[in-house]
C-alpha cells in the first residue's frame, strides 16, 4: 500500500515547500463544518496512511474532522509571533518541536485529561511536558541484500567505515536532511554509545574524512537514500529505518542491520493560542490508544511510543531475543537538546568539509 514515505524532521529543518499558514482553505473547511482540527503534518504518503487508519477512524468516534496542512518550522515560529493560532496540533519530529517550545509557542500536554490512553503506557523517553512522541523510528546500517547477504553485512558502524574489509560505494546524511552522522563516525572511531554526547564535532568530522572516498553522493531526502540501495548505486548507507522497511515491503533487495541504531522520534505539540485545544487534546489521545497505534503503525513500518501496542508490531521491527523493539533493544537515543545548541556551528563545519 504504501510505496514511499515523507520522514518529517527532515524535510521541515531542510525547508521542504509549504501552504500558506492562513490559507483561505483552512478557513472555508472550518465553517463549512461543526468542529474541525487543524493538524501541521508531513503531507504525501503520510497523511494517506494516517487518513485510512487514524483521521478517518477519529472522525467516526468523535464527529471531528482533522485537516491537515504543511509548514515548516519557521512558518510555525512566524505564526506564532504574529500572534496567530490557525494550527491546533503541530505533528513533527521532536527537534522541531523543541524548537517551538523553547520559544515559547507551545502548551504543556495536559496528561491527565487522556481518556483513550494511559500516559504512563507511553514509553518515558518521548513523553515530555512540551511534546509526546506519535512513533519511533531510526537511523539505520542499510544494505543491499544483493552486496551482502543477510549475516555477512557490516554489524557495526566501525565495520561499515572499514572501506577494504566491506568494500563498495555507501552512502550517508547530508546537512540538508536535517543532520549529518556524527553519531556514527564517533562509533566507528572507538566512543562508546553512552558517550557521545556531548559531540567531539572535531573528532567526528575526521572520522567521517576516513570513509568520505567511498561515499559518491550524500544524501539529502529519505526518498533519495533508499532509492540509491534499492537501485544498488550504493550497497550500505545510513537510512531511516521506515525507509528501508518499506522499500524492502516492496520488493526491493534491502535490509536493515539495528546494531547500534540512533533512535528518532516523530511527536506531537500543542499550538499556544489554539481556539480548539480540548478538540486537539482528544485527538493526541485517541492516536496513541494501543489499538490505534497497532493499526497505524502496522501500516506505517514505524515503532509504538504506547507500550501496549508493541504486540502489535511489525515483527521487523521487533528484537526476537528481547521481543522489544530494536531500538530499545540495540539503540541509543538521539540528544536533541544538543543538535538544538549546536545545528549552526555543525552546519558551517560541514560546509567547509565538503569544500576539502
Do not use: C
Amino acid at each position: 500500500m504504501i510505496t514511499s514515505l515523507t520522514p518529517t524532521r527532515r524535510s521541515l529543518l531542510a525547508g521542504a515547500a509549504t501552504l500558506p499558514l492562513a490559507a483561505p482553505m483552512i478557513w472555508m473547511r472550518r465553517a463549512a463544518a461543526a468542529q474541525q482540527l487543524v493538524v501541521r503534518t508531513p503531507g504525501g504518503v503520510f497523511d494517506d496512511v494516517k487518513k485510512q487508519t487514524v483521521y478517518d477512524p477519529f472522525r467516526a468516534a468523535t464527529g471531528i474532522e482533522i485537516v491537515p496542512v504543511a509548514a515548516t518550522a519557521a512558518k510555525l515560529l512566524a505564526m506564532f509571533q504574529a500572534g496567530q493560532a490557525d494550527i491546533d496540533v503541530i505533528d513533527s519530529g521532536d527537534d522541531v518541536i523543541l524548537q517551538l517550545e523553547r520559544a515559547g509557542a507551545l502548551e504543556p500536554m495536559p496528561y491527565k485529561e487522556f481518556t483513550y490512553t494511559d500516559p504512563a503506557d507511553i514509553d518515558p523517553g518521548v513523553r515530555r511536558q512540551y511534546q509526546v512522541g506519535s512513533f519511533v523510528y531510526a537511523f539505520v546500517l542499510g544494505f543491499n541484500t544483493t552486496a551482502y547477504p543477510v549475516g555477512k553485512e557490516p554489524q557495526s558502524w566501525a565495520e561499515f567505515w572499514d572501506i577494504r574489509k566491506f568494500p563498495g560505494p555507501r552512502t550517508l546524511a547530508d546537512m540538508a536532511s536535517g543532520a549529518p552522522n556524527l553519531e556514527f563516525a564517533l562509533l566507528a572511531d572507538g566512543v562508546p554509545m553512552d558517550k557521545i554526547y556531548p559531540v567531539d564535532i572535531d573528532r567526528a568530522f575526521k572520522s567521517l574524512s576516513r570513509v568520505k572516498p567511498a561515499v559518491p553522493k550524500f544524501w539529502d531526502t529519505g526518498a533519495l537514500s533508499a532509492q540509491m540501495l534499492a537501485d544498488k548505486e550504493v550497497v550500505l548507507g545510513a537510512l531511516w529505518s521506515t525507509r528501508v522497511q518499506v522499500a524492502a515491503a516492496g520488493g526491493a533487495s534491502v535490509a536493515a542491520q539495528w546494531n547500534q541504531n540512533e533512535i528518532l522520534a516523530q511527536a506531537y505539540g500543542l499550538t499556544k493560542g489554539s481556539r480548539n485545544l480540548a478538540a486537539a487534546v482528544k485527538f493526541i489521545d485517541y492516536s496513541l490508544s494501543p489499538d490505534v497505534q497497532g493499526r497505524w503503525l502496522r501500516a506505517y513500518k514505524a515503532i509504538p511510543v504506547n507500550q501496549k501496542a508493541y504486540a502489535q508490531a511489525p515483527a521487523e521491527l521487533i528484537d526476537p531475543a528481547t521481543h522489544l523493539p530494536w531500538t530499545k533493544s540495540k539503540g541509543f537515543r538521539q540528544d536533541i537538546e544538543w543538535w538544538a545548541e549546536n545545528r549552526t556551528k555543525v552546519s558551517d563545519a560541514w560546509s567547509k568539509w565538503l569544500a576539502q
